[in-house]
């Protein structure tokens, strides 16, 4: 049974940095595309960032610039580094696996795989 597991959230206050990990199980990580993406309160859930199978990268214009995705395929695991924290970014973010990456929206219906989700919470 395919899992991801997603860690690292909390309540973190804007200026830390921290680093979201989504550990894979059960599925060829390696061929796959992996994309984070959130849901804040009362808001539809949004695409964050993909990290296709070769590693390409691809950001909302929200995040660039102050998130980083990247993936070990050796540890089925995929990160997303957050820095410059707002209190916008507060959100439940979702590990995703199996779906489309490229330039353009990230699209949930897209993706097969979901974790159950950790919880961000930027507050000073």
């Known amino acids: 049974q395919v899992k991801l597991v997603e860690s690292g959230g909390g309540l973190v206050q804007p200026e830390e940095s921290p680093r979201l990990s989504c550990l894979a199980s059960e599925l060829t990580f390696e061929d796959l595309h992996m994309a984070w993406f959130r849901q804040a309160p009362g808001k539809e859930r949004e695409g964050v960032a993909c990290?296709?199978?070769?590693?390409?990268?691809y950001y909302a214009d929200s995040v660039k610039g102050r998130f980083t995705i990247s993936r070990d395929n050796a540890k089925n695991t995929v990160y997303l580094q957050m820095n410059s924290l707002k209190p916008e970014d507060t959100a439940v973010y979702f590990c995703a696996a199996g779906g489309g990456c490229g330039p353009g929206p990230l699209w949930e219906w897209s993706y097969t795989y979901w974790g159950q989700g950790t919880q961000v919470t930027v507050s000073s």
């Open positions: 990290i296709a199978w070769n590693g390409n990268s």
